[in-house]
Nanobody
């Protein structure tokens, strides 16, 4: 079993920055073998894929809505994935979830992910 814990959420003004962390753990867990994705869900909306970083070489993907503003990275030694969010907009307000895909393939499809964190609230407001 894999456990994922998000941290770093909070309230920020438009144009500001935040960094989310996703700490992964589990018996024998090795972050390098998993694809880690970030998803978000705003009230009344479906969960949407924001970014992922695949296993191995770490190919990355960004949704068009965050491209150029968000950066995903991985620290295998700490079993932690980060999502640096800059130039935040009110429409970025949502609960952000990290998730792990044990196949290691790159996918932004929520159905590809086996393990989910509890979520972290990001509110962008003045």
């Amino acid at each position: 079993q894999v456990q994922l814990v998000e941290s770093g959420g909070g309230l920020v003004q438009p144009g500001g920055s935040l960094r989310l962390s996703c700490a992964a753990s589990g018996s024998g867990f090795n972050l390098d073998f998993y694809t880690i994705g970030w998803f978000r869900q705003a009230p009344g909306k479906e969960r949407e894929g924001v970014s992922y970083i695949s296993s191995g070489k770490g190919s990355t993907y960004y949704a068009d809505s965050v491209k150029g503003r968000f950066t995903i990275s991985r620290d295998n030694a700490k079993n932690t994935v980060y999502l640096q969010m800059n130039s935040l907009k009110p429409e970025d307000t949502a609960v952000y979830y990290c998730a792990a895909d044990r196949t290691g393939r790159g996918s932004i499809d929520v159905r590809s992910y086996d393990y989910w964190g509890q979520g972290a609230q990001i509110t962008v407001s003045s």
